[in-house]
């Protein structure tokens, strides 16, 4: 499919929601149900290995977790060409 400047313009003023997970964990419920405060849940992710940026669930990119004026954001290090992010939000008809 080729993309447009056309589309693209329908494109840009669009509101998404954007993800950034951090890890996963597989529990059962219930070891969820007996969680409470103060209590740590392991993630199957390396401390520094930064987070996964998702789009309607479909991931874009990856970046690092990083604190600005206490809280959290993510700096970008890796993400999908714009041709690509675009002709997915067109196959997913967001616009």
Known sequence: MEISERDYDL???TQI??????GS???SIKEFLDLGPG???SL???AGSGGDIYVNKRIIGT????VIDEKLAV???EAMDSDNVVRY???ENMI
């Not at 929601?17 to 951090?22: E, G, K, P, R």
């Not at 970046?63 to 990083?66: E, S, T």
């Open 75 to 77: 700096r970008v290090q």
């Open 17 to 22: 929601v954007v993800d950034v997970m951090l």
């Open 39 to 41: 209590d740590i849940l």
């Open 63 to 66: 970046g690092d977790i990083i």
């Open 89 to 91: 939000f067109f196959d």
């Open 11 to 13: 494109l840009v003023d």
């Open 25 to 27: 964990a597989n529990i």
């Open 44 to 46: 199957d992710k390396t």
